[in-house]
């Protein structure tokens, strides 16, 4: 966690997936959900609670309880958060650079996996049609787009089928079709 003084407080994954979720909702969440969210059937509340206590010492003043939720100072404040923003305001270039890895790439929590598509998907949509091939380039070399056909398909049409940049990502895509099945 990097606060905005410049300090910076490492977090376990689950903390991680913790303050994920706060920033996914505004409302915030019980404690029973957040169990259920990270940790799935066998969560438990009191655990959540161990967690949340261990998250305000940390982030003094950023966390809320009765329900769970970031002050309105820290909503919205995420790297995630900051890329669908740039969205928003029709900054795509803006987004790709604040979008380096996949949101919590580590983490197997339903809700994160859940949160992790949802993003990627929203930045790849917004690429494809932003008909810029610069942008589409970027994303097919992320990891995120790495795997995304799609953008591929939209890059040979805007650049044409002989273009060395299409050809590199085209050539990956189906190596990556190959070894993977994806």
């Not at 966690?1 to 410049?6: E, K, L, S």
């Not at 305001?89 to 197997?108: F, H, I, K, V």
């Not at 930045?123 to 380039?137: Q, Y």
Request: hydrophobic share 40%; proline share 3%; net charge positive.
């Amino acid at each position: 966690m990097v606060f905005p003084d410049g300090r910076r407080v490492p977090l376990s994954l689950r903390r991680a997936e913790i303050l994920a979720l706060l920033d996914s909702r505004r409302r915030g969440w019980s404690a029973m959900e957040l169990a259920y969210e990270v940790y799935g059937e066998t969560g438990a509340a009191s655990t959540i609670r161990i967690e949340m206590h261990r998250i305000r010492a940390a982030a003094s003043g950023l966390v809320e309880s009765n329900p769970y939720r970031l002050t309105d100072a820290a909503h919205g404040t995420s790297d995630a958060s900051r890329v669908v923003r740039s969205m928003r305001n029709g900054q795509l270039a803006e987004a790709l650079d604040a979008y380096s890895a996949p949101l919590l790439s580590r983490s197997a929590a339903f809700a994160i996996e859940s949160l992790r598509v949802e993003l990627s998907d929203a930045v790849g949509t917004a690429v494809r049609a932003s008909g810029s091939a610069e942008l589409i380039k970027r994303w097919c070399a992320t990891d995120m787009g790495s795997t995304d056909e799609r953008a591929v398909h939209v890059l040979g049409r805007l650049l044409g089928p002989r273009d060395a940049g299409y050809l590199s990502f085209r050539a990956r895509s189906e190596r990556l079709d190959r070894e993977f099945g994806l």
